[in-house]
């Protein structure tokens, strides 16, 4: 059983930038590949950033070049940097193990404004 946090979605015009957290109640690095998702309102929840635990990263076309994942095992921590975001990555977003586990966090919603 894990669980997971996720922090630092907010509010944001087009083209500003977020940092979101989560925090895992375990090693991370025993979940081996984690990932961000995320879910818009009536859609289905998808992948956005991967990495393994040699950090390696992948990204969708939708935010290649945009956002960036990064994870720190010693704080059982996966971040994402969201740069120049656009109102289309509008959702709830979620960290999970890839595949992910059954246990979902709350997630933490991301508004962009236009």
């Known amino acids: 059983q894990v669980q997971l946090v996720e922090s630092g979605g907010g509010l944001v015009q087009a083209g500003g930038s977020l940092r979101l957290s989560c925090a895992a109640s375990k090693s991370i690095f025993s979940l081996g590949v984690m990932g961000w998702y995320r879910q818009a309102p009536g859609k289905q929840r998808d992948l956005v950033a991967t990495?393994?635990?040699?950090?390696?990263?992948n990204y969708p076309d939708s935010v290649k070049g945009r956002f960036t994942i990064s994870r720190d095992n010693a704080k059982n921590t996966v971040y994402l940097q969201m740069n120049s975001l656009k109102p289309e990555d509008t959702a709830v977003y979620y960290c999970n193990s890839v595949p992910s586990t059954i246990y979902w966090g709350q997630g933490t919603q991301v508004t962009v404004s236009s």
């Open positions: 990495i393994t635990s040699g950090r390696i990263t």
